[in-house]
């Protein structure tokens, strides 16, 4: 008698049975759309007109604050008060009235004679003095006083026998306006002086003598020559 053959077990098996292995497939493709769905359904779906959420708005950018240096006031001297300085008009337009003894028609006009307080003094007074010589040069000042009850500006002349001015300052306040002319300059003051007070115009000459031929503060003969 023959013996019935026992059909092959394991991998044998499985490779000579080919529905065994589409039926394991088919049985994990159900199981993998079983857990995707449920993954899927336990997501919260988004309420019907709610808007997704506002993404956050940078703040506005503020430019760091940049100190602005503010130029200090110039120090005024005591008894001195600032005033507009500047060629007069007459004299920046560079027509013959510029000098104030010449008249718009060309003739000279008196000139004014000099301001004096009501006690017979003048009412600025100036005082020349050298402050300082060297080779080829001098620096020269005339310190002047206002001896009248009111504010008031100035005006400098000097002659000298030849040279040259450098240049001709006062310290600390708005500088006026120079005038020079062959034989030395006239220098009109941007300051005004309060009543009893006082200022110094000082002055760089080269190659002239440090004794001026003529020193005169509003048409009044400086003292100290």
């Given at each position: 008698?023959?013996?019935?053959?026992?059909?092959?077990?394991?991998?044998?098996?499985?490779?000579?049975?080919?529905?065994?292995?589409?039926?394991?497939?088919?049985?994990?493709?159900?199981?993998?759309?079983?857990?995707?769905?449920?993954?899927?359904?336990?997501?919260?779906?988004?309420?019907?007109?709610?808007?997704?959420?506002?993404?956050?708005?940078?703040?506005?950018?503020?430019?760091?604050?940049?100190?602005?240096?503010?130029?200090?006031?110039?120090?005024?001297?005591?008894?001195?008060?600032?005033?507009?300085?500047?060629?007069?008009?007459?004299?920046?337009?560079?027509?013959?009235?510029?000098?104030?003894?010449?008249?718009?028609s060309g003739r000279p006009t008196p000139t004014r004679s000099p301001s004096r307080?009501?006690?017979?003094?003048?009412?600025?007074?100036?005082?020349?003095?050298?402050?300082?010589?060297?080779?080829?040069?001098?620096?020269?000042?005339?310190?002047?006083?206002?001896?009248?009850?009111?504010?008031?500006?100035?005006?400098?002349?000097?002659?000298?026998?030849?040279?040259?001015?450098?240049?001709?300052?006062?310290?600390?306040?708005?500088?006026?306006?120079?005038?020079?002319?062959?034989?030395?300059?006239?220098?009109?003051?941007?300051?005004?002086?309060?009543?009893?007070?006082?200022?110094?115009?000082?002055?760089?000459?080269?190659?002239?003598?440090?004794?001026?031929?003529?020193?005169?503060?509003?048409?009044?003969?400086?003292?100290?020559?």
């Amino acid at each position: 008698m023959r013996r019935v053959p026992r059909p092959p077990h394991g991998p044998v098996a499985i490779a000579t049975s080919p529905w065994i292995v589409v039926g394991a497939g088919v049985v994990v493709m159900v199981v993998l759309l079983f857990v995707a769905l449920g993954a899927y359904r336990g997501r919260s779906p988004a309420p019907d007109g709610a808007r997704p959420p506002a993404l956050p708005v940078p703040s506005a950018v503020v430019a760091p604050s940049v100190s602005t240096s503010v130029p200090s006031p110039v120090p005024a001297l005591p008894g001195i008060s600032a005033r507009a300085s500047g060629l007069p008009p007459s004299a920046a337009s560079g027509s013959p009235s510029a000098d104030p003894t010449v008249g718009s028609s060309g003739r000279p006009t008196p000139t004014r004679s000099p301001s004096r307080a009501s006690s017979g003094q003048p009412a600025m007074t100036g005082r020349y003095r050298v402050v300082q010589s060297f080779d080829g040069g001098f620096i020269g000042e005339v310190a002047m006083v206002n001896a009248s009850a009111r504010s008031r500006g100035w005006t400098v002349r000097l002659e000298f026998s030849g040279g040259r001015l450098v240049t001709a300052w006062v310290e600390g306040v708005p500088q006026g306006t120079i005038r020079q002319s062959d034989d030395g300059f006239t220098y009109v003051s941007g300051v005004e002086v309060s009543p009893g007070g006082s200022v110094s115009l000082r002055f760089h000459m080269e190659r002239a003598s440090s004794t001026p031929r003529e020193c005169t503060v509003d048409g009044v003969r400086c003292d100290g020559l």
